[in-house]
């Protein structure tokens, strides 16, 4: 089929998972999780971090990596500022 690209995160995409129901979760140098729907073509700002700000209770440095939980309720992701987190997606 065609390709296609859809622009998201401000800096490089450091990961990202494939889930069971068409989602990918990508994890960024922006401190941001997004999600985007394969079939729709649609991005939503899952989470959004902002470098140096621990107020947010997000990431507060660039999201190195993420993994999703077998059945695709959870993600954990992890970056520079030394945080594991575990989302419910």
């Known amino acids: 089929g065609p390709r296609v690209f859809i622009k ?5 995409i450091t990961d990202f998972q494939i889930s069971k129901n068409n989602k990918i979760y990508s994890v960024s140098k922006d401190c941001c ?15 959004f971090g902002e470098k140096f ?3 947010l209770g997000t990431h507060s440095d660039e999201i ?10 959870l993600l954990a992701t992890a970056g520079k500022d030394r945080i594991i987190k575990i989302w419910d997606v």
């Open 8 to 12: 998201g995160h401000k800096k490089a």
């Open 33 to 47: 999780i997004m999600e985007w729907d394969i079939e729709s073509q649609k991005k939503t700002m899952f989470m």
């Open 53 to 55: 700000n621990k107020d």
């Open 64 to 73: 190195l990596t993420c993994a999703l939980s077998r059945d695709s309720n």
